[in-house]
């Protein structure tokens, strides 16, 4: 049965750093592109960032708005640990929000996102 779990979420002040994690099981994990998405309160679901099967990233605008060679966010992948990882750096108070783990129906991140985890808060707030 396929399980995606997130851990590392929590209250953090502006322009602190949290590292989410998300534990996937029930699959190959190798097999899938995978991608992190948030849902903040009043507001649609947004992908926040994905990697493909082969290591391929892409970042939602909002993440290299501030500097366009390196973004406030890092997704990546451990593939022995079947673990998927977003280091969030610079948080902003806008950043609040439920952060869920999705798993892409392919090895490319261009294909549609199908299955979720639950999710982990994120607040960040002085």
């Known amino acids: 049965q396929l399980q995606l779990v997130e851990s590392g979420g929590g209250l953090v002040q502006p322009g602190g750093s949290l590292r989410l994690s998300c534990a996937a099981s029930?699959?190959?994990?190798?097999?899938?592109?995978m991608g992190w998405y948030r849902q903040a309160p009043g507001k649609e679901r947004e992908l926040v960032a994905a990697?493909?099967?082969?290591?391929?990233?892409?970042?939602?605008?909002?993440?290299t708005t501030d500097n366009p060679v390196k973004g406030r966010f890092t997704i990546s992948r451990d593939n022995d640990k079947n673990t998927l990882y977003l280091q969030m750096n610079n948080l902003k108070p806008e950043d609040t929000a439920l952060y869920y783990c999705?798993?892409?129906?392919?090895?490319?991140?261009?294909?549609?996102?199908?299955?979720w985890g639950q999710g982990t808060q994120v607040t960040v707030s002085s």
């Open positions: 029930g699959f190959t994990f190798t097999n899938y592109a």
């Open positions: 990697i493909s099967s082969r290591g391929d990233t892409y970042y939602a605008d909002f993440v």
């Open positions: 999705a798993r892409s129906y392919s090895g490319s991140y261009q294909d549609n996102f199908g299955s």
